[in-house]
């Protein structure tokens, strides 16, 4: 394989023992897994085959059928995983990709997961179908980089089921222009389950993103938080949220940002559903451009026009996210430090 | 020359409205001036102009800092060459932490082994990981304005009212850092009340009155006409001198 025309770094893919527990990557519709060690990770297809018991899993959280290829990743009981797991999923040479992922943390268990998705490709289609299970007391963090090329058009789907207790935070990078890029997780949350997302959307001229959450708090005491920011510099992008309040004492919070450089559109669309009495659901909303009394202030420090703006875009996208283990903030810092070179 | 600010015939407007009308003012070096006035006199544009805001357009007139034309230079270019500004009323900035800010200030000042020190003096431990004056007190904003100027150690200071909406107390630490800060350089403090006077020594006050300089002289005297008869007649008074 030769993966040379693109940085897999830039979606945080080290493909290093040392750095990572297991390390998966799939070309095209071709999947190969490069090592692991403490945790289960297959293709999908031979996991299926290996287990019967994965039908109970399979297309169970996302609408859809068939026989794709995608990573089978399940962490066995009581296993905290180390160091992160990566997975590639890399468009080459066809002119689409089909991924179908399935992920189960067992009771107890814990894993960070880094998703990187790239392409080679001018133009081409991204689908990917992803179904996460999240156990009792088991906590995942997914960290999703995407960095695409103008004419691929992305169209994931994905669902996640976090069961009693559980934690799923979840942190969606998006670095480079892009086609279409549409993706609507939906999260369902049991009882004192709690789930986090956290996104930070660019989008380029010529680029339509609309990228949302929606979270059914089912279980007591559960509870939501979604938060994101996105600029839009010429493009178009929609910042979705929907939040349903089902049970007894859930609580949710909705935070959209939007800041504007130049031209663009952005179109914060946060929503709020209660259907118990007793919940407590909030959401804040703004869009804007960079104040130039936040630029003077910085330039009375020292800073070029520049640097102020850099350091202010940059602010902006740092979300501070509880539970982020210390190098997945790493790898998205790194990402943020991207996008503000390609924006400044 | 041995000014090391001067401000010649300087007339600023925004939007339109003219706010600053002929201010001339030359500042020795080794010289602090206090400036009084009341709302809306224009002492903060005259410091903002100073500084290069582009929120304020020059009219005529021409701003000298250490014999050079800075009236056209950007803001961080005059920042380089040695001014140092303390905000009223500091923005606030989501994302940035101070801590990010200082390092600049220190890079600028050539102070990076002196963070620590101002930091611990300040008592301002608990505020490096937050987002530069968000849900600052009106103490804390105060100070860390301070701490930024210790570090950008600037030859010329602009103190935007450093004793308004702080207690007695914090006006005392203040007023000794100030005092550390103008030690051999100059300044020019704005100041509503004369509380920080108590503690900084000032040479000269300088009020001004509907965008124009009525009067210099001595600070305290100036105050204490101020006191008495209020802004409108110590102006009054102040003109009918000139």
């Given at each position: 394989m030769s993966e040379d025309f693109v940085d897999l770094r830039k979606v945080g893919i080290e493909r290093d023992p040392s750095k990572r527990s297991a390390s998966f990557m799939m070309v095209d519709e071709s999947p190969e897994v490069g090592f692991s060690r403490g945790v289960e990770i297959l293709s999908t297809r031979e996991a299926i085959e290996r287990y019967e018991w994965l039908e109970d899993y399979s297309w169970r959280l996302v609408e859809g059928e068939g026989d794709y290829d995608g990573y089978f990743i399940r962490v066995p009981r009581n296993v905290k995983v180390e160091f992160p797991v990566e997975a590639c999923l890399l468009l080459k040479m066809a002119k689409s990709q089909k991924v179908h992922n399935i992920v189960i943390a067992e009771e107890n268990s814990e894993l960070n997961l880094i998703t990187g998705c790239t392409s080679e490709r001018l133009s081409g289609l991204h689908l990917g179908m992803s179904e996460f299970y999240i156990k009792r007391n088991a906590k995942v963090t997914f960290t999703m980089i995407h960095n695409w090329k103008r004419g691929n058009e992305v169209l994931p789907k994905t669902g996640i089921r976090v069961e009693e207790n559980g934690v799923f935070i979840s942190n969606y990078i998006l670095l480079s222009p892009v086609k279409v890029v549409k993706a609507c997780p939906v999260a369902y949350l049991e009882r004192n389950s709690r789930a986090f997302f956290g996104s930070i959307i660019v989008g380029f001229e010529d680029s339509e993103i609309d990228i949302g959450n929606v979270v059914y708090l089912n279980g007591e005491g559960s509870s939501a938080e979604i938060v994101s920011r996105s600029i839009s510099r010429g493009g178009k992008v929609f910042?979705?949220?929907?939040?349903?309040?089902?049970a007894e004492n859930v609580k949710g919070h909705l935070e959209c940002k939007g800041m504007i450089i130049g031209n663009g559109v952005i179109h914060a669309i946060p929503e709020l559903e209660a259907r118990n009495p007793n919940v407590d659901l909030s959401h804040e909303a703004a869009i804007g451009k960079i104040a130039e009394d936040e630029i003077f202030y910085l330039m009375t420090r020292g800073l070029s026009r520049d640097e102020a703006t850099s350091l202010i875009i940059r602010g902006f996208m740092d979300i501070e996210v509880k539970g982020l283990p210390e190098v997945l903030k790493r790898e998205i810092d790194r990402a943020i430090e991207l996008v503000e070179k390609a924006l400044v | 020359?041995?000014?090391?600010?001067?401000?010649?015939?300087?007339?600023?407007?925004?939007?339109?409205?003219?706010?600053?009308?002929?201010?001339?003012?030359?500042?020795?070096?080794?010289?602090?001036?206090?400036?009084?006035?009341?709302?809306?006199?224009?002492?903060?544009?005259?410091?903002?102009?100073?500084?290069?805001?582009?929120?304020?357009?020059?009219?005529?007139?021409?701003?000298?800092?250490?014999?050079?034309?800075?009236?056209e230079k950007a803001t961080d270019e005059r920042v380089r060459m040695g001014l140092g500004?303390?905000?009223?009323?500091?923005?606030?900035?989501?994302?940035?932490?101070?801590?990010?800010?200082?390092?600049?200030?220190?890079?600028?000042?050539?102070?990076?082994?002196?963070?620590?020190?101002?930091?611990?003096?300040?008592?301002?431990?608990?505020?490096?990981?937050?987002?530069?004056?968000?849900?600052?007190?009106?103490?804390?904003?105060?100070?860390?304005?301070?701490?930024?100027?210790?570090?950008?150690?600037?030859?010329?200071?602009?103190?935007?009212?450093?004793?308004?909406?702080?207690?007695?107390?914090?006006?005392?630490?203040?007023?000794?850092?100030?005092?550390?800060?103008?030690?051999?350089?100059?300044?020019?403090?704005?100041?509503?009340?004369?509380?920080?006077?108590?503690?900084?020594?000032?040479?000269?006050?300088?009020?001004?009155?509907?965008?124009?300089?009525?009067?210099?002289?001595?600070?305290?005297?100036?105050?204490?006409?101020?006191?008495?008869?209020?802004?409108?007649?110590?102006?009054?008074?102040?003109?009918?001198?000139?």
């Open positions: 910042s979705r949220g929907h939040i349903i309040g089902n | 020359m041995k000014d090391v600010l001067r401000i010649v015939n300087l007339c600023v407007g925004v939007d339109g409205r003219i706010i600053l009308k002929n201010v001339n003012l030359y500042i020795q070096k080794g010289q602090t001036f206090a400036l009084f006035g009341p709302n809306g006199s224009g002492k903060s544009t005259l410091l903002m102009t100073i500084a290069g805001s582009s929120k304020y357009r020059i009219y005529d007139g021409r701003i000298m800092f250490k014999g050079v034309d800075i009236t500004i303390m905000y009223q009323h500091p923005p606030k900035i989501t994302g940035v932490k101070l801590r990010e800010i200082l390092k600049h200030c220190a890079k600028l000042g050539g102070t990076e082994d002196k963070i620590y020190e101002y930091v611990k003096m300040l008592n301002m431990e608990n505020l490096l990981d937050r987002d530069v004056n968000v849900g600052f007190s009106g103490g804390e904003a105060k100070k860390s304005e301070l701490l930024q100027l210790l570090l950008m150690n600037p030859e010329f200071l602009m103190l935007d009212e450093p004793d308004s909406g702080v207690d007695l107390e914090s006006i005392a630490v203040i007023g000794e850092v100030i005092n550390d800060l103008l030690d051999g350089k100059s300044g020019i403090i704005i100041t509503h009340t004369g509380q920080i006077l108590k503690f900084v020594d000032v040479d000269y006050g300088v009020v001004m009155y509907k965008g124009r300089i009525a009067c210099i002289g001595d600070p305290r005297e100036i105050l204490k006409t101020v006191e008495k008869y209020g802004y409108e007649e110590c102006a009054r008074r102040c003109l009918r001198t000139l």
